[in-house]
């Protein structure tokens, strides 16, 4: 079955960085453009944070973090990567990786088979 596992979670101090990965099964993983998305404490929308085309020629990024992250996949590897740079505490929340078979969409309705999420807190 189609399975999203992301890990790299931790807890940074403001300013610091975190490398999340995503692996992927179950599903032709190069068929598909992914994106990361997180949900702050008390939230319950996901917030778009990044996403990659299926080839990975094409990243989209939030306006908030864009300049500080950078999304990277490895389809021989069925992974997807999201470096994350200057984090700052306002950024700590549960990151998702997703799959979508659309280009140009950054709602989390539009993507499926979300992860568990992995735990990224950032102290000021």
């Known amino acids: 079955q189609v399975e999203l596992v992301e890990s790299g979670g931790g807890s940074v101090q403001a300013g610091g960085s975190l490398r999340l990965s995503c692996a992927a099964s179950?599903?032709?993983?190069?068929?598909?453009?992914m994106g990361w998305f997180r949900r702050a404490p008390g939230k319950e929308e996901r917030e778009f944070v990044a996403a990659i085309s299926w080839s990975g020629s094409t990243t989209n990024y939030a306006d908030s973090v864009k300049g500080r992250f950078t999304v990277a996949r490895d389809n021989a590897k069925n992974t997807v990567d999201l470096q994350m740079n200057s984090l700052k505490p306002e950024e700590a929340a549960v990151y998702y990786c997703?799959?979508?078979?659309?280009?140009?969409?950054?709602?989390?309705?539009?993507?499926?088979?979300w992860g568990q999420g992995t735990q990224v807190t950032v102290s000021s």
């Open positions: 997703a799959k979508t078979h659309l280009d140009d969409t950054y709602g989390s309705g539009d993507f499926t088979s």
């Open positions: 179950g599903f032709t993983f190069s068929d598909y453009r």
